[in-house]
């Protein structure tokens, strides 16, 4: 996850549209989902190429893939999500524009073939709770939200060492601010592991 948000990052940057561009704008985009395939995964010390593009931006949302490939260009990983444009003066969503997005180039480009998955995840029924935990500064990011990336690594937790993670889904609902207090709750279904931050 750290990578694929310093790749779009560094894209951003590229093409002139990255933070400084959001910020003399009033906006930032923000994480709604993840849905992240784990292929292989790559052993210590191999070279890997991470890759990304927006393929559509609709409403409010933009949707972009990642890759993480080997040498040979295999995938170890692949990665859907979906993003919201955030009108940080107003303090609301807001219609993604031509002219937010122009510098990406083709504006409705081919989505990477896999298996997309619906992008609402249920609601638990039952559950277990787990350990709380207090959102420190090293949560943090320049949103002045917890890192999304944080979030999956809280939940990781949750999950038991032997349990073999194929793939990952996040949504995400409310951000955690520093000092929040999150409550984790987990639920077990056959191969799937389940954990809510409350």
Request: glycine content about 6%.
């Amino acid at each position: 996850v750290n990578y694929f948000q310093d790749c779009s990052t560094f894209q951003s940057e590229d093409v002139g549209i990255g933070v400084r561009y959001l910020t003399e704008h009033g906006k930032a985009w923000w994480l709604s989902s993840w849905q992240i395939v784990f292929d292989r995964c790559p052993a210590l010390g191999e070279s890997i190429v991470i890759a990304t593009y927006p393929y559509d931006f609709k409403g409010i949302y933009g949707y972009r893939n990642f890759m993480i490939l080997d040498r040979e260009g295999n995938y170890l990983v692949r990665a859907n999500s979906v993003w919201f444009l955030y009108d940080l003066k107003a303090g609301c969503p807001v219609r993604v524009t031509e002219e937010d997005v122009r510098a990406y180039g083709d504006l409705k480009a081919e989505p990477f073939p896999m298996d997309y998955a619906p992008r609402k995840l249920a609601r638990l029924k039952e559950y277990r709770e787990s350990q709380p935990l207090t959102v420190t500064r090293h949560y943090i990011d320049t949103n002045h939200h917890m890192n999304n990336g944080k979030y999956i690594l809280v939940a990781k937790e949750s999950v038991p060492e032997d349990f073999a993670i194929g793939g990952v889904r996040a949504e995400y609902r409310r951000a955690a601010m520093l000092g929040d207090v999150l409550y984790p709750v987990v639920a077990v279904a056959e191969e799937k592991i389940t954990v809510v931050l409350t």
